[in-house]
């Protein structure tokens, strides 16, 4: 108890970390990773638009609603707001007068400060393909993470021995990382990106070519009549996220403006996530206030299934693979073995108050997808082929946002609809609500789709969602949301129809702009099944968790900042006993100005009596890798992370982190099992910018 109580005044006694581009959209990736309940998650889709804006702002008096849309940091209210003052006072003449914008407060102002700007030329640069490659960049990442405790799976046995067990790995220990892209703001994108997981081969075996997983595109935006193509691989997003959005999407947060989903109709792929893309040809035609979309892409993804007796072919498929892992001859078998083709279109309307667009799409594999039957996923996707169309609109009027879509889907088996209506109303600087109503049939199917919800799918599920920001006075705010929802049929974990709730709500108080305290209180209530039954009829229970964040954040000087939290977590289930954890982390961040090196290091104790009551905390790490880790246990967690600046080309990245476990004589279980109490990671970077 000693520890806990000598930690907490260290807590108390330290004060925080700036505000920094990664920091913006921290506690959004956080929420992500607990969402999705994963810690390897890939979005560097999602930052790369922060990283650009950074360093290369947006001018306030050319940007387009869809450019300020891509920034994610504005409502479609407060670009309104600015788009009508332009119209009716022109360009304007200071970054300060945007302090005059009805719906801008000054929150939101040094929110985007670091990624806008002004230019006072009376005309824009209009550069050619010759200066485009003049003024281009290359970016060349190399990185290496190799594992530093020994697993079970890597116990050097034959080949023969792998290839009958799932214990075993054919490849190293270690991950390796290379891109190599070509940008010009964002209108000009090529590049390459090449990815050997851990324990996968590498140049021999089943990755004779090297790496598992390369991925490739080329990309242009910017032309009035061609808006946008791109060749290789890429992202689609239209709507609400319904019917065809491809990659990540911010949910449920303390900021309401990411209830609703700003697409980008086609976004280049640089990811390595090796499931959610599309591989083929898009483009946008434009044609005065109407756009079209059209795409398509062809590729294979992981499968396993029933081989027919007399051939090679699979007969059908009982499930998809989207890990991207091929580390044993189990996985190895499953490596693209189905074939996946989709093709659709999007027409879309806009001006400058209303955005209608209308989507289909259609998709085919080339063997029938039959799951393994069970009543939870008999509404599941399958066969062989799926229609689906959508409607969305986007209607702005001074400070009222109504947004929606409403989509179908069909197949061999079920068709159902899927809809999403919501509302944004800035009441003033100082009050912002929003509303959201959600109806998706559990037999709406669609395989690339990521709408609000509280499940992993856009499927089985309806609720209503309400949320605000409120700025009590100059130095207090305070945000919360409330979100109602059920699933009318099975869930997997759940065998009846269920329902819950979240509430949320963090009051802020940020006297300056070094300077800044949050309090967070989270409730989740989820029905599951109650375990371990009581009777032959399994009962479903109501499980309720609480999660109470405190968060001490400040700027010390120009070089230094600290920052501070401790967060507890509650279980509370009727067939089990009470289950609780803790988690405290100080953080400490020394990046000079005028010196090529900085590091951030970190320093956590925690205490969970179970993985259920894991906390997951945002790591910092090197440009583009996401660590979101799951704290569970007792133990502790360090790790060190340095930057050093050879020159403005080139940068490089070491974190060295371990978790050390409490009373534990192994780590993990199965190929991933640790003996020992310690688990360590490295990560090295090396960018390469000329």
């Known amino acids: 108890m000693n520890k806990w109580l000598s930690f907490l005044f260290v807590f108390v006694s330290f004060l925080f970390l700036g505000q920094e581009r990664n920091s913006i959209i921290q506690q959004r990736i956080e929420f992500i990773s607990e969402q999705l309940e994963s810690e390897n998650i890939d979005l560097t889709n999602l930052l790369e638009q922060f990283n650009y804006y950074y360093d290369s702002p947006i001018d306030l008096n050319r940007a387009s609603l869809s450019e300020l849309s891509d920034l994610g940091l504005l409502s479609d209210i407060q670009i309104n707001d600015l788009i009508v003052h332009r119209k009716l006072h022109g360009k304007l003449i200071s970054i300060y007068e945007i302090q005059s914008l009805k719906f801008w407060d000054l929150e939101t102002i040094n929110l985007v400060l670091p990624f806008v700007t002004l230019d006072e030329r009376l005309d824009g640069l209009h550069l050619n393909f010759k200066e485009a490659l003049k003024e281009g960049k290359f970016d060349l990442f190399l990185r290496f993470q190799p594992t530093i405790e020994r697993k079970l799976g890597y116990t050097d046995v034959p080949d023969s021995l792998i290839a009958q067990s799932s214990k075993y790995y054919y490849g190293n220990s270690h991950k390796y990382y290379s891109r190599f892209r070509y940008s010009y703001k964002t209108n000009i994108s090529f590049g390459i990106t090449a990815e050997k997981d851990a324990g996968e081969a590498f140049f021999r075996g089943a990755q004779k070519n090297g790496f598992d997983f390369y991925s490739y595109h080329a990309f242009y935006k910017g032309g009035k009549y061609l808006k946008s193509i791109a060749i290789g691989d890429y992202q689609i997003q ?359 090196l900085s590091f951030t290091l970190r320093y956590a104790l925690f205490d969970t009596d179970s993985y259920d009551t894991r906390i997951y905390s945002y790591e910092n790490n090197a440009l583009y890798v996401f660590s979101v880790p799951a704290y569970y246990n007792e133990g502790s967690r360090c790790y060190l992370l340095g930057r050093y600046s050879f020159s403005r080309s080139i940068d490089l990245w070491v974190k060295y982190g371990f978790f050390l476990y409490n009373n534990q004589s192994y780590i993990g279980s199965g190929a991933e099992l640790i003996q020992g109490d310690r688990k360590s990671d490295l990560t090295i970077q090396l960018k390469i910018s000329f």
Do not use: C
Request: aromatic letters at 14%.
């Open 238 to 596: 239209l709507g609400q996220g319904l019917q065809v959005w491809s990659g990540y999407a911010f949910g449920k947060s303390s900021d309401i403006i990411t209830m609703k989903r700003n697409p980008v109709s086609i976004k280049p792929y640089t990811s390595v996530d090796e499931s959610r893309f599309f591989r083929g040809a898009a483009i946008n035609l434009a044609y005065k206030k109407f756009d079209l979309v059209l795409f398509s892409s062809l590729k294979r993804i992981d499968a396993s299934g029933i081989q027919d007796s007399l051939q090679n072919d699979l007969e059908f498929v009982s499930s998809i693979n989207l890990s991207g892992l091929h580390r044993t001859q189990a996985e190895i078998e499953k490596r693209d073995a189905l074939k996946e083709f989709i093709s659709g279109a999007s027409v879309q309307f806009q001006n400058d108050f209303l955005k209608v667009g209308v989507q289909g799409a259609f998709q085919k594999y080339d063997q029938a997808l039959q799951l393994n039957s069970r009543p939870y996923n008999q509404f599941y996707f399958s066969g062989g082929q799926l229609w689906s169309l959508s409607s969305d609109y986007n209607y702005v009027y001074r400070n009222l946002n109504l947004f929606g879509e409403v989509a179908y889907s069909v197949n061999e088996k079920h068709s159902g609809m899927a809809m999403l209506h919501g509302a944004l109303l800035a009441i003033d600087t100082r009050l912002s609500l929003g509303l959201l109503f959600r109806d998706y049939d559990e037999k709406y199917q669609t395989m690339y789709n990521a709408g609000f919800s509280e499940g992993s799918r856009t499927q089985n599920e309806n609720g209503l969602y309400a949320g605000f920001k409120f700025k009590l006075s100059r130095s207090w705010s305070i945000n919360a949301y409330t979100d109602v929802f059920e699933f009318p049929w099975m869930k997997y974990g759940i065998d009846a129809p269920s329902r819950g709730h979240e509430f949320l709500i963090q009051p802020i108080y940020k006297p300056s702009k070094t300077f800044e305290l949050y309090a967070r209180y989270r409730e989740q209530l989820r029905q599951k099944n109650e375990s371990p039954s009581q009777g032959v009829i399994t009962a479903v229970e109501d499980v309720i968790q609480r999660n109470f964040r405190i968060n001490i954040s400040h700027k010390i000087n120009k070089v230094l900042t600290l920052k501070s939290r401790v967060e507890w977590v509650s279980i509370k289930r009727k067939s089990r006993e009470k289950e609780r954890g803790i988690l405290i982390t100080q953080d400490i961040s020394y990046k000079p100005k005028s010196f090529p």
